[in-house]
């Protein structure tokens, strides 16, 4: 089940932004919004869908129901040319895809818990292949040649098909009728009262501006090495031919700076540790801004490396310090409040905000009625995402003040 349900995910996510720019000639704000539709849904839907698996539907079936309206969602979206259609398309296929990342977490949960396995020690090695998935894809739609067609969808809508069908096979997890979960604690707003403490407005407030940067390398990523093909000197280097290949080495990355969380949180604190992650974000695109598929593959290889620090020490870090900071009552609404200001306002300011940047830095020309691109200058674009990294990295070590680590805060 982890593994079909980031394969579903991981066969389009990375090299959709490509797809759409060089084949579909979308520019770089289109590209951009349709990349916000997840924060969009991330901000409604896995709310609404966990009211609905907690009073009236088995999560199971509501995992299998969301995965077949997204197979056809997909398959629908690989027939389209246009903006319009193909915004409103991908906007369904992520209003029901993104439940399903929590819904598949409960339904592990309750099979391990059914079973009396511990969910601390047995539940990591299950979802690692949720990444391992996520990487096959990605390599099955590279070295297949549909990194820059519309089968990528193909592949990700019969993959979703087969999850669906599946999905009604799993153990059964029936809907929880004894919490009394209220409609504000589902979206995560009963939480809200945090903002009143000074410290957690501010964390809040960063989270969010680093979620505008998560999506933003598998928005463009793609995008840009493909762009190399039409140097010469680059158009046959492993780089342009595999771009999604190279690419795949940031989920690798992830996997190794997971298990490297505990150590730097016992050394460093959670504080540091959050910064570290800024840093990181500053060299992934910063490294962007100045490597080649050439002579500097060295350094995109290496920005590939540091996004598993970039990504996985803010969120997982931010995650345990939200689970420290709060209460047993508001907790999970605490969680599903960090979720919404990372990936949902945060993913829907940064996907049409790079795409600004992007457009301002790229010149189009109508060719047949059509917006053709001319030129774009991506070593300025991957630099002003990189010194926005760093301003949030500078004006959070002056504003976020907390002292404690890991250690401290547990003895508290």
Known sequence: MNFLQFFVWGAWLISLGGYMGRNL??????????????????????????????????????????????????????????????????????????????????????????????????????????????ICAMWAVDLTGFKHSSAQLYVSSISALFLGIYSF????????????????????????????????AIFFFFSMLLGAALQITNSYGDLFLSSFKEIPQYADSFGVKHSVILLSISQMSETLFILAIP???????????????????????????????????PLLILSMIVYGMAFDFFNISGSLFVEMETTPQIRASAQGLFFMMTNGLGAIMGGYASGAVVDFFSKYAIVSGQSQLISRDWHSIWLIFAAYALTIAIFFTFAFNYKNGLKTVKEK
Request: proline share 5%; glycine share 10%; aromatic share 14%.
């Open 25 to 134: 000639h979308f520019e770089g704000g289109q590209i951009g919004a349709i990349f916000a539709t997840m924060g969009i849904a991330s901000l409604i839907m896995p709310g609404l869908i966990g009211i609905i698996a907690d009073k009236w539907i088995n999560a199971e079936r509501l995992l299998g129901i969301c995965h077949l309206l997204g197979a056809s969602f997909l398959f629908y979206a690989s027939t389209l040319t246009g903006y319009d259609e193909m915004y409103w398309a991908m906007l369904l296929n992520l209003m029901v895809y993104m439940p399903t990342l929590s819904l598949a977490n409960t339904v592990s949960y309750n099979a391990l818990e059914n079973n009396r396995f511990d969910i601390v020690k047995d539940f990591p090695p299950i979802r690692v292949w949720g990444t391992i998935g996520f």
């Open 169 to 200: 096979t799993l153990p059964k997890c029936p809907p929880a009728k004894s919490e009394n979960k209220t409609l504000l604690s589902s979206f995560g707003l009963d939480a809200l009262v945090l903002f009143k403490r000074r410290k957690m």
């Open 263 to 297: 150590f730097f949180l016992r050394r460093f604190g959670i504080k540091q540790v959050m910064l570290i992650s800024m840093i990181a974000w500053v060299f992934r695109f910063g490294l962007f801004g100045v490597g080649n598929p050439g002579e500097g593959l």
